[in-house]
């Protein structure tokens, strides 16, 4: 049954798609038509209408509406909304889906004459109105033909946006128009309801996602709290690492509006890198990036020196991999250098006097294991083990003399990590003889 929204109900784009996502399909449709009437430029009204409408059969309008819409989405540099287009024309069996896509893919692919250093167009301001009474009495087939009347008007309409430039995007404009074309078809299209988690801390993932609209949170659970990260808006890409990693997701991700995401699974990705290896070549290098990212900001270690420098002393460390249950310290052995976390997590155990194993620490990105052996010229004060699969930089012996010379600040920065490490081993050590003796004395 279609829920009825009263006239006085304001109306604009994120209300058009919030209605959606809760299957109310004619709502949407009327709030949609509303935004419409107010700022024909809406484009997110316009694709919503569209998709509609290739849902309920009227495919020769919609797929009109769709081929329009992905030209004027590109215009303003917006791939992840004209694929989402492309896509709900794909899933409506329209003609002229796969030109959408060929499309994209030549304006933003790799070699791209439209490719410059430019940013997307600001989509128009947010529109607010009350849904007009006749647009409130009509339903069924007499509110598709009012859809699909609207949608021919504004598909004829001239577009004030001329075919430009568009902006160089990360990953995708790396890759070959036939590469990029691959993988923009490869994308689903996902609703998101207000609330909805997205990604769940700690699970182990197998998707990435690229905002279209709406906006999620990220957060992080500390000390039992959940703390808030950062919020991602349309273009923002997330997940990314669960293609390339087993490893836990870090985070939890939560939509706070209603969001349309564009989501990949990695065994796809798996089957198109095998027969075209530039897109798993570029995927690469682009987690490679966002991992050395994420690790600048988190780091104590890299926030130590200046920012100039960062990129210096990344240069010197090599990447490792580790499955679950590989070694990366023992106990009692120097060290063959340092490890820092890029993704994944590692338990950190000892022993205590009577040569029970104890666990100090769980570590994950950012945090950094072996300073003290490297720093303290002294055996391994624990062992370090991968408890999921894990993605490290490794600074090895030789390459860390090379450092300090170069950037002091990392060994002052080392130092005090390493002391504090030791002095927190011993401490739990104690405590754990302490508590030991306590049992045994009840």
């Known amino acids: 049954m279609f829920r009825e929204m009263s006239q006085a109900s304001l109306v604009d784009a994120a209300n058009s798609y919030a209605a959606l996502f ?13 935004a419409l009437a107010a700022e024909p430029l809406d484009l997110g009204s316009f694709a919503l209408v569209a998709r509609v409408l290739g849902e309920r059969g009227r495919r020769d309008a919609a797929a009109r509406a769709h081929q329009r819409v992905v030209v004027q989405l590109i215009n303003r540099g917006d791939l992840p909304a004209a694929t989402a287009a492309a896509l709900d024309a794909q899933g409506a069996g329209e003609p002229g ?11 933003f692919g790799h070699g791209s004459a439209r490719l410059a250093d430019v940013s997307p167009a600001p989509p128009p301001l947010p529109t607010r109105k009350t849904i007009a009474p006749e647009l409130l009495s009509a339903s069924g087939d007499a509110l598709l033909d009012r859809a699909e009347e609207a949608l021919l008007d504004a598909a004829a309409a001239p577009d004030p946006v001329p075919a430009e430039k568009v902006p160089e995007l990360p990953l995708f404009s790396a890759l070959a128009p036939a590469a990029l074309r691959e993988l923009l078809e490869a994308f689903e299209l996902r609703d998101v309801p207000r609330g909805e988690e997205v990604i769940a801390q700690n699970e182990e993932g197998t998707e990435a996602y690229v905002v279209v609209r709406g906006l999620l949170e990220v957060s992080r659970q500390e000390d039992g709290e959940s703390v808030a990260l950062a919020h991602l808006g349309p273009g923002a890409i997330f997940g990314e690492m669960a293609l390339v990693s087993d490893a836990p997701r870090a985070a939890a991700v939560r939509a ?12 796809t990705l798996e089957s198109l890198a095998a027969h075209t290896p530039a897109i798993g070549e570029q995927l690469g290098e682009f987690c490679r990036a966002r991992m050395l990212a994420n690790l600048v900001r988190s780091s104590a270690i890299l926030g130590a020196v200046g920012a100039e420098e960062r990129g210096q002393i990344i240069d010197l460390f090599g990447t490792r991999s580790f499955a679950r249950g590989d070694t990366l310290l023992v106990e ?7 490890f820092l976390i890029a993704s994944g997590a590692v338990s950190v155990t000892g022993r205590d006097s009577d040569g029970d194993d104890i666990v100090l620490a769980e570590l994950g990105p950012g945090d950094v294991v072996g300073e003290i052996s490297l720093v303290l010229r002294r055996p391994a004060t624990a062992t370090v083990v991968a408890t ?8 090895t012996r030789d390459r860390f003399q090379a450092a300090i010379r170069q950037h002091p600040a990392l060994l002052t920065e080392l130092y005090d990590v390493a002391v504090k490490r030791e002095e927190e081993t011993r401490s739990v050590v104690a405590q754990e003889a302490l508590d030991v003796s306590d049992v045994v004395l009840i």
Not at 388 to 395: G, K, M, R, S, Y
């Open 332 to 338: 009692g052995e120097d060290a063959t250098g340092l």
């Open 256 to 267: 706070i509006e209603p969001c349309q995401l564009l989501c990949v699974r990695r065994e």
């Open 97 to 107: 889906a796969a030109q959408s896509f060929e499309r994209i893919a030549a304006a």
């Open 388 to 395: 999921h699969p894990t993605i490290a930089l490794e600074l």
């Open 22 to 34: 809760s299957g109310d399909e004619e709502g949407a449709l009327r709030s949609a038509l509303s």
